[in-house]
């Protein structure tokens, strides 16, 4: 008679060990197939055999789950040590990574489209370089320039370490983000050079943007590029949040406004029709803004952090 722990032990390490297939075993012991898959599963719960995934550690794998579920999500990379801010850019470049590697097998190239700020900048100073990428990159400024002596964080600046980073050709949008006139962002639009580069728009593979929240210790706000009254006229049309300046509402909608005409950049049009859009955003005040952008699938990608991934999965 078959001594029962010495089966469970016998039919693990075939499995496991030897990586013979379920038929394989059943035939070599002369058991049914369903027999064999029930004791590989017995075998985990009584521990004999015990499955470590490595790297499972530094992430939330239950919260990704969530969040991909309750927002019908593409994907969501939840962090959970990030007390210096350096895993998340970390995760976040390595994320990007398969996806250039995915679109490049397929068309032998991929276009980046990128924002700014300090989560941005947090992935491009801390970028894990793929060294098997090796196809036509390229990566476009997504927004005007804003005018702040944190060079860092600005778009131009995360525009070119991106493409210098990854070995891309930067594409540069020459002008602020915000205008003070109308007329004068109809007249630039008309030029060659950006022209060019809102065409690029149109083709752009995957985008990685930050999320702004609309408040007033909010980046826009302190930059002074919403002032008092602008502010307090976005706020009552119901604006949560803004990716590359175009304002959204707790749903995720483009809220029209005279501000939409005076920005330079990408349409909320063009930004949604990029497959892979990525956002990566962590932070309690960050919350409202974030899911306001899952349920409008403003990103479809989110890489964030346990605790933000606690308030947004608790966010009714």
Request: charged share 25%; net charge negative.
């Amino acid at each position: 008679m078959t001594d029962p722990y010495q089966e469970l032990i016998q039919v693990a390490y075939y499995y496991y060990k030897l990586n013979l297939t379920q038929q394989n075993i059943a035939e070599k012991l002369g058991i049914s197939r369903q027999k064999v898959n029930r004791l590989i599963q017995k075998a985990i719960q009584e521990k004999i055999v015990e499955i470590k995934i490595n790297g499972y550690e530094n992430f939330d794998i239950d919260q990704e789950y969530m969040i991909e579920k309750k927002f019908n999500l593409q994907k969501a990379i939840v962090v959970k040590d990030n007390l210096d801010e350096k895993p998340i850019g970390i995760a976040a470049s390595n994320y990007l990574n398969q996806i250039i590697s995915g679109i490049s097998s397929k068309q032998n190239k991929c276009d980046i489209g990128i924002s700014w700020g300090n989560s941005l900048n947090n992935m491009t100073s801390n970028y894990i370089v793929d060294e098997c990428i090796n196809s036509e990159i390229s990566v476009v400024q997504l927004c005007g320039g804003i005018n702040t002596s944190k060079t860092a964080i600005k778009p131009e600046e995360i525009t070119n370490v991106l493409a210098m980073t990854i070995g891309g050709q930067s594409y540069n949008l020459y002008a602020p983000a915000k205008m003070e006139n109308r007329e004068l962002v109809k007249l630039l639009k008309k030029e060659s050079y950006y022209r060019n580069i809102l065409e690029r728009y149109k083709s752009i593979d995957v985008s990685v943007v930050g999320i702004g929240n609309l408040n007033e210790e909010g980046t826009l706000v302190k930059y002074n590029y919403l002032n008092q009254e602008t502010y307090e006229e976005l706020s009552e049309l119901g604006v949560v949040g803004d990716v590359c300046f175009r304002m959204f509402d707790e749903q995720g909608k483009l809220v029209e406004s005279d501000y939409n005409d005076l920005i330079m950049g990408i349409t909320f049009e063009n930004y949604m029709n990029i497959p892979f859009r990525i956002g990566i955003a962590y932070g309690k005040e960050k919350v409202k803004a974030i899911v306001g952008a899952l349920r409008g699938r403003v990103i479809n990608i989110l890489v964030t952090d346990h605790e933000t991934a606690k308030e947004v999965l608790n966010y009714t």
